[in-house]
């Protein structure tokens, strides 16, 4: 089984529809993170969190929420879709901390997500 | 803030070609600089690292060295293969308390046999 998992792996949805997207890890870390990414603008940082009580806002939060269930859970929903939505959103785990020396990213296979 | 730049793609080589995918970064301090890859179909996954000024990061025959005074952390690979076709994303941290990620726009590479 794969260290970070993400269902579905490809959802079509239409405009103004609750969607929901969830990542799961195996890796023991207690940072998660979800990213957008589009062509030609690389990977963008939604939402963040450094434990289940800690829940941050990245660069592009707004028309997203998340939820940290446990430690191993990081869910990203979208309550309103809009086209502009549509793109490849990675899960993304790591140690972190000042003990862990850089802070590598690990990622899950991506969902696809697009917005009618 | 911080950013990342990197060379526009998509690149195409024959195979056994020479590979340099340019990046350059700006940042307060001196943080730690990444090559991810991410092949058809999957996540990125981690290609190297380095942590600090003149430390070399290898992995699968590519290399990149972190340059201070230019700001550089170019990826190279003396024999490009057609399995090394993937897009490949720079991404530097800094060492603050969030560690936070910036990435490149990342660059196509193509490797025609």
């Known amino acids: 089984d794969a260290d970070v998992t993400q269902t579905p792996r490809n959802r079509i949805t239409k405009t103004g529809k609750r969607i929901m997207l969830e990542c799961s890890q195996t890796?023991?870390?207690?940072?998660m993170y979800w990213y957008r990414q589009d062509p030609g603008l690389g990977l963008r940082l939604i939402y963040y969190?450094?434990?289940?009580?800690?829940?941050n806002k990245g660069e592009i939060s707004d028309g997203y929420s998340v939820s940290r269930q446990a430690q191993a859970k990081f869910s990203l929903s979208l309550e309103s879709a809009i086209p502009n939505q549509t793109a490849l959103y990675f899960c993304?785990?790591?140690?972190?901390?000042?003990?862990?020396?850089?802070?590598?990213?690990?990622f899950g296979a991506g969902s696809r997500l697009t917005v009618l | 803030g911080d950013s990342v730049t990197q060379m526009e793609g998509p690149v195409t080589l024959s195979e056994e070609a020479f590979l340099t995918i340019n990046c350059t970064y700006t940042a307060t301090g001196y943080p730690s600089l990444f090559w991810y890859v991410q092949y058809p179909g999957e996540g990125l996954q981690l290609l190297l690292k380095?942590?600090?000024?003149?430390d070399k990061g290898s992995n699968k025959g590519f290399e990149a060295t972190y340059r201070k005074e230019t700001t550089s952390f170019h990826l190279e690979k003396g024999s490009v293969q057609v399995s090394d076709s993937a897009v490949y994303f720079c991404a530097l941290s800094d060492h603050g308390g969030y560690q936070k990620v910036t990435f490149g726009t990342g660059t196509k590479l193509q490797v025609i046999p």
């Open positions: 993304a785990t790591s140690v972190g901390g000042p003990r862990s020396g850089a802070n590598v990213l690990t």
């Open positions: 890796k023991g870390h207690d940072r």
């Open positions: 380095a942590t600090k000024a003149d």
């Open positions: 969190s450094f434990d289940v009580k800690d829940i």
